[in-house]
């Protein structure tokens, strides 16, 4: 299977910043398979981005992704106080999904 | 739009068996695939596995086959998570969740678009 590494663990930021999430992935993934999810605590997770960089419904559009092949990435132009949660990148092919570990943005 | 519902959260003894369900509605359930998600306790998200309900094709994540069986009755719209013999291990939530696919671009793309609320499942003796 397709592992996902995501990077940081954590990330400190206060309201206001920029926040970079990394998603690397062992062997190629198809861009059009690669999504985040947004997971609040107590909360069941929600579709941020699909196809590395389409946002879904409802999104606003601090939120961006992009990358190809083995190296995405999720930004958050300006971090609002609802934005601090964990953030999940997957890839889904051949009818089987991976998920990364998860990043922690909390508030500085 | 749609929605998934799931049902109430569960505590069990070591060594029995359950079954939880996802109930979708507002949408055409049998044309999506559904697709459950581990998540322990202080820990991120795990792919167990995913069913198509108009034809019941199952695929399963390497490490959850043969420790769970989906299911689904489509005549009511509801996908099962089945365990046999539970563990401490699977202490839980376990999330359902909607597969979509878009047409951008020239191919499809693919992602968990609806998500139901959750079921916790306690083994502990």
């Known amino acids: 299977d397709i592992v996902l590494t995501q990077s940081p663990g954590t990330l400190s930021l206060s309201p206001g910043q920029r926040a970079t999430l990394s998603c690397r992935a062992s062997?190629?993934?198809?861009?059009?398979?690669l999504a985040w999810y947004q997971q609040k605590l107590g909360q069941a997770p929600r579709l941020l981005i699909y196809g590395a960089s389409i946002r879904a419904t409802g999104i606003p559009d601090r939120f961006s992704g992009s990358g190809s092949e083995t190296d995405f990435t999720l930004t958050i132009s300006r971090l609002e106080p609802e934005d601090f949660a964990v953030y999940y990148c997957?890839?889904?092919?051949?009818?089987?999904?991976?998920f990364g570990g998860g990043t922690k943005v909390e508030i500085k | 739009e749609g929605q998934l519902v799931q049902s109430g959260a569960e505590v069990k003894k070591p060594g029995e068996s359950l079954r939880i369900a996802c109930e979708g509605s507002g949408y055409s359930v049998t044309n999506y695939w559904i697709a459950w998600v581990r998540q322990m306790p202080g820990k991120g998200l795990e792919w167990m596995g995913i069913i198509y309900p108009d034809d019941s094709d199952t695929r399963y994540s390497p490490s959850f086959q043969g420790q769970v069986t989906i299911l689904v009755d489509k005549s009511i719209s509801t996908v099962y998570l089945q365990w046999s013999s539970l563990k401490a291990s699977d202490t839980a939530m376990y999330y359902c969740?909607?597969?979509?696919?878009?047409?951008?671009?020239?191919?499809?793309?693919?992602?968990?678009?609806?998500w139901g609320q959750g079921t916790t499942v306690t083994v502990s003796s």
């Open positions: 969740a909607r597969l979509s696919s878009w047409y951008v671009g020239g191919y499809y793309s693919y992602a968990m678009d609806l």
């Open positions: 062997q190629s993934v198809s861009s059009r398979s």
């Open positions: 997957q890839q889904y092919g051949s009818s089987r999904g991976t």
